[in-house]
């Protein structure tokens, strides 16, 4: 297995924040997995692709790398059935699906990132979530060193959320992803700007206008350093969403199963005059208030500072939390570090 130390995480991260890690491991195979030595993997960080990571610190805790690659595909009458290795690219792997006649997970297309993160906190785009398809997960658990599968139903989706980022978080590495996508393809184009695609729809079609309207309004990582969306949609209480709507008559909001209120982060934001905004080389997207660049590679520390800049300015005018979406690493911290406070 390669293994690297000192090893600079600069270019694995696409806010591009400097930091290095003593210790790196490239599994490849899953026999590797069990060579990971169980002192070190205890304190270590699962990385995939790291765009929705953000190093804290300069010095990262040991990283694991998951490298296994492939693809196999097998049907039924019904359906066709994914395997994917967790190290393949998302968007490749749904440009495979589409180009192969497999339908379902167009709306996701161009979601940066690693088959392996995908479940990790449920992607999800243009009215579609990835644990829609998902029929299984294999797992390799650190502590018995022992593969296991899960189930949809194990895997607890919510939004932006799922075991794995909860009571699972650093216990062990999703190797394969195993989609179940339907031969009785039904569109997904009731999201805002897909109901405009031209008839007869297509999943070519909904492909298409979606890498559209990303490449339009998202900034690409490699120009302009950013995670996605920073902020998740902050959920709020029927009651307090009435206050807010009574000062606010033109709030966005998406009424939950459970009766809470979706509020969209990026709104928000907006309405708090930062849209645009930019203060010593990081900054807030001028066509999506969610995006935070790193213009000018700053640390992960002035990072942190300005989203809590962002977080204040909104409690203060909404009285609303938002929860950070990206997540935050620490240098000696084997999970995440709240470094901004919890949502409620
Ligand atoms: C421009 C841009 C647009 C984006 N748009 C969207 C969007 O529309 N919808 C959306 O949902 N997200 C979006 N994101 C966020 C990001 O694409 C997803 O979260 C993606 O799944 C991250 O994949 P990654 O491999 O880069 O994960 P990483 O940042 O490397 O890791 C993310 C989490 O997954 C864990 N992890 C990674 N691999 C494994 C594994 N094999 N086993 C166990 N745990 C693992 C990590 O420990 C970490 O907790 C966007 C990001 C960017 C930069």
Known sequence: MKIRTNFSLKALNSLNVSAIT????????LEELSE?????????????????TLFCQKN???????????????????????????????????????????????????????????PVQNIGAYGVEVGDFIERITWFDFASKALIDFSKADCQFAYRNSIFKQALSGKGIITHVHF???????????????????????????????????????PEPKQLPNAGSFFKNPLVSVDFFAILQEKYPTIPFYKQANGEMKLAAGWLIEQ???????????????????????YQGKSGQEIVAFARFIQEKVQAKFNVHLDPEVRFIGGDELNDIACLGSQK
């Open 60 to 118: 990262a805790p040991i990283i694991i790398k998951p490298s296994l690659v492939g693809i196999e595909v097998t049907e039924s009458d019904e359906c066709f059935q994914i395997s994917a290795a967790c190290a393949e690219n998302w968007h490749d792997l749904v440009l495979f699906c589409v180009n192969n006649g497999i339908y379902g997970l167009e709306n996701l297309a161009l979601i940066p990132g690693s088959v392996g993160a995908a």
């Open 22 to 29: 003593p210790e790196i491991f490239f599994p490849t195979k």
């Open 180 to 218: 179940s996508l339907p031969k009785a393809w039904q569109a997904v184009n009731s999201y805002q700007g897909l109901s405009e695609i031209d008839l007869p729809i297509t999943p070519q079609a909904i492909m298409a206008k979606v890498m559209q309207l990303r490449q339009a309004k998202l």
């Open 272 to 294: 708090a005059g930062l849209k645009g905004f930019r203060e010593a080389g990081i900054g807030i997207h001028e066509k999506q208030a969610l995006v935070l660049i790193n």
């Open 36 to 52: 990971l030595p169980q002192s070190k993997v205890a304190k270590s960080y699962i990385l995939g692709e790291g765009s929705n």
